[in-house]
């Protein structure tokens, strides 16, 4: 049995409901809103909120905004760490400094955007191949991805020493060239000759970091959809195909973020060049990265070095912007 509820609404003397008994009946039957949360207790959420924030906010404050703006003042500056000359304006002498009477700078943007040019393409697609070949239902797969993946999580500093050792003249890798030659060939000094030291650290880089474009790689094959393969196969798509139309179109998002990562992280390359060559031979090694920190902290041109540092910054930004232009949804 169910039970019906009416409203009564009082009627006028001749016997219709009033208007103001028709307003009073709507609006007792119209669903009250929920009361706001008093004043105080807003407050109490939004001074919570911000002492739970305050400890991101110092360390972004001291640890990137102001050393940022910092930076930004002393590259106009002829600041040092330890000089007798007290501190004073020089306007744009640093940056006329570097594109006109340091060699060294032209030296290490050359070397950084060569670095670049074959490390972003080659680390790239040794990341895509690696990533289809593990991508397979195999036994042991696992295994391989955790193989390709070790070097990413060991030290790059540790890294860096070991190959250096590999690198000598009596190391491993010429003792490898030297067996499988028959003493044909007996190797060089990787590190001491100015044609070989950049390109050895570009090995070695490629060889460190693949395995971690390669996960990138294969996080992006594993959502693509199953139904879009067997649908391509339907059609008579062979794998070249299938890779084509299928995997290739669907891995955009994942091309776009493998190519940024690489690229920031090829134009900062620092710690390979500080452990391995410092610079050298006759400035062969040397990067921007390299060489604002040499000149900023070692040989103490803190102004000299910031400017060189807000020049690598306007490149960065210069080829981010260029990556986004040709990287954007195109209706």
Not at 272 to 296: E, K, N, R
């Amino acid at each position: 049995m169910t039970a019906t509820f009416r409203l009564e609404t009082p009627a006028g003397p001749d016997g219709t409901p009033s208007p103001a008994a028709e307003r009073d009946t709507l609006d007792a039957a119209r669903p009250r809103p929920r009361g706001r949360r008093p004043r105080a207790a807003r407050r109490g959420e939004a001074r919570a909120g911000l002492a739970m924030a305050t400890p991101a906010i110092v360390l972004l404050l001291g640890f990137l905004i102001v050393p940022v703006l910092l930076g930004f003042a002393l590259s106009f500056t002829n600041a040092r760490l330890i000089s007798p000359e007290p501190l004073r304006f020089v306007g744009f002498d640093n940056f006329v400094r570097a594109f006109t009477i340091d060699p060294t700078f032209f030296c290490s943007a050359l070397n950084t955007f060569a670095f670049a040019a074959v490390v972003v393409p080659v680390q790239a697609g040794f990341g895509l191949l690696l990533a289809l070949l593990v991508n397979q239902k195999i036994r042991g797969v696992t295994a391989f991805r955790v193989i390709f993946f070790i070097p990413v999580v060991t030290s790059i500093v540790v890294v860096s020493i070991l190959w250096k050792f590999m690198y000598q003249p009596e190391g491993l890798i010429n003792s490898f060239i030297d067996s499988i030659t028959f003493g044909a060939w007996q190797g060089t000094a990787w590190l001491n000759d100015p044609d070989t030291a950049l390109p050895a650290i570009i090995v070695l880089s490629i060889w460190q970091a693949v395995g971690f474009h390669m996960l990138i790689w294969l996080s992006g094959l594993q959502t693509i959809p199953e139904e879009l393969y067997e649908a391509a196969r339907m059609d008579g798509a062979g794998t070249w195909r299938q890779f084509k139309d299928v995997t290739w179109p669907c891995l955009r998002p994942t091309r776009i973020f493998v190519l940024i990562t690489i690229t920031i992280a090829a134009l900062g390359l620092f710690v390979q060049i500080d452990v391995m060559t410092q610079g050298g031979p006759v400035d062969s090694t040397s990067t921007l990265v390299y060489h604002a920190v040499l000149t900023g902290y070692r040989q103490q041109q803190i102004g000299y070095g910031s400017a060189l540092s807000l020049i690598f910054f306007v490149i960065v930004l210069v080829i981010a912007l260029i990556q986004r232009h040709l990287t954007r949804d195109k209706d």
